[in-house]
């Protein structure tokens, strides 16, 4: 059974800084793309960086230059480091993962974890 578990939300002031990590547990062969998404109220959910297993790294333009993701692949983990916070970051984050299951498998899977708020206060 594959988890993806989510740690490091929590309430901040605007300018401050939090830093979120995931984790993929379970059997599988190799994780592939991994990404951070979040919800604000009332929007849609957006992605907001992504880090292939090559390290290559593409962000949204509302949030470049102030967060940065990174991986460590030994440990299937992926964190995203989030400086001068602005009330408009506010939303639920969500890691997603990309999983090959098996050597033998010709397509990935995607798997959520289970999101986890972040406030930034004015």
């Known amino acids: 059974q594959v988890q993806v578990v989510e740690s490091g939300g929590g309430l901040v002031h605007a300018g401050g800084s939090l830093s979120l990590s995931c984790v993929v547990r379970?059997?599988?062969?190799?994780?592939?793309?991994m990404n951070w998404y979040r919800q604000a109220p009332g929007k849609q959910r957006e992605l907001v960086a992504t880090i292939t297993r090559g390290q290559d790294t593409n962000y949204a333009d509302s949030v470049k230059d102030r967060f940065t993701i990174s991986r460590d692949s030994a440990k299937n983990a992926v964190y995203l480091l989030m400086n001068s916070l602005k009330p408009e970051d506010t939303g639920v984050y969500y890691c997603n993962a990309r999983l090959r299951m098996s050597y033998y498998s010709s397509y990935d899977n995607t798997f959520w974890g289970q999101g986890m708020q972040v406030t930034v206060s004015s």
């Open positions: 379970g059997s599988i062969f190799r994780v592939n793309d």
